[in-house]
């Protein structure tokens, strides 16, 4: 009977540690100026990484402490999710709780994400647009002091449908995954986050990266790969056309250099009805990448907030589709234990 019990509390205490995060990102997500996990995982990636950098070591060198680098960074932040979880549990269940759901709400950027698309959008519909120019250049690598309102927009909407994926969804997807396994959300989630920091501090093909960061960026992609290709199939089933959808995301994405964000991209893009990609300026460099769907539509600040609200709809399918998983696993636990 205890045995039962301990099934059937524990993972209730997971779906509401998952709802109640998915809650709090919704409603409060990432306070300005407060302490934040991916912050301390940036500092211990730049203190580790500059220290490398100063040896000036060979190609092979680098590569071996890139794999460490990458692997340790990732698998001390999923341990130390754990172990703050297991402390505050030990202290008190209450404690437990609250610390795991703000945690597991630090992975997710949903409020974020949309928070930082009105930042642009805001000054851009008042043409104020020097002012969202340098509101952008804060969320884009790319150059934007020479921006027109289309050129605005399409960096916004390329922003938000690309961190739909790796920003809300993949983090989402690792912390049901978590809850279904022993281990629990907020370590795979956290992992995960860490993941994504190493390779949007280490992860480029550029110097000095080029060796040191391979390890970080492949591993990424790996992580990202199965999540990406789910929010492309949601995101084509909330359009109402999937057919349409993957089309087009078959014909396009491949040809992006990246193995996510072309797909992501690209179902948001025709999913909206709007063409993305094309050339963009990075550091007075041009690249030109390539085009995602068919411009249909022209890209507005409706067709911006039609691609928030399917995330913010695409998560909350994840959502529920998890809980009913943990459900049916509590179910099919306390079938067996009464059968013992």
């Not at 680098?62 to 549990?89: C, D, K, N, P, Y």
Request: proline content about 6%; hydrophobic content about 50%; some cysteine.
């Amino acid at each position: 009977m205890m045995s039962v019990l301990w099934f059937s509390t524990l993972e209730v205490q997971r779906a509401l540690v998952l709802g109640l995060a998915a809650g709090l990102d919704r409603l409060v997500g990432d306070p300005w100026g407060w302490p934040h996990p991916v912050q301390a995982i940036g500092w211990l990636i730049g203190r580790i990484t500059a220290g490398i950098l100063r040896l000036k070591l060979s190609p092979l060198a680098e590569r071996g402490l890139g794999v460490l680098l990458g692997a340790g960074i990732i698998l001390s932040t999923g341990l130390a999710g754990w172990g703050l979880v297991a402390l505050a549990q030990r202290l008190h269940p209450a404690i437990g709780l609250v610390v795991e759901t703000i945690l597991l709400a630090s992975c997710f950027a949903g409020r974020s994400l949309r928070q930082a698309a009105e930042e642009v959008l805001v000054p851009l519909e008042a043409d104020d647009i020097p002012t969202a120019r340098n509101h952008l250049a804060r969320y884009v690598g790319r150059d934007t002091d020479q921006l027109d309102r289309a050129e605005i927009q399409r960096a916004v909407l390329e922003t938000v449908s690309e961190n739909a994926t790796d920003g809300v969804l993949a983090p989402l997807f690792y912390g049901l995954v978590g809850a279904l396994l022993p281990l629990g959300s907020v370590p795979l989630a956290l992992a995960y986050k860490a993941a994504s920091t190493l390779d949007s501090m280490v992860g480029y093909r550029e110097a000095p990266y080029t060796y040191l960061g391979w390890f970080s960026a492949r591993l990424e992609d790996g992580l990202t790969w199965l999540p990406c290709r789910l929010t492309v199939i949601t995101i084509a089933l909330l359009s109402g056309r999937p057919r349409w959808v993957l089309r087009l995301c078959r014909r396009d994405a491949p040809a992006d250099p990246s193995p996510n964000a072309g797909w992501s991209e690209c179902a948001y893009a025709a999913a909206l009805g709007v063409q993305l990609g094309g050339p963009n300026t990075y550091r007075g460099l041009v690249k030109v990448k390539p085009l995602l769907g068919d411009a249909v539509q022209p890209i507005t600040g409706d067709r911006i907030a039609q691609a928030l609200a399917l995330t913010r709809r695409a998560a909350l399918l994840w959502l529920v589709l998890g809980l009913a998983l943990l459900i049916a696993q509590t179910w099919l636990r306390l079938y067996w234990a009464s059968a013992l």
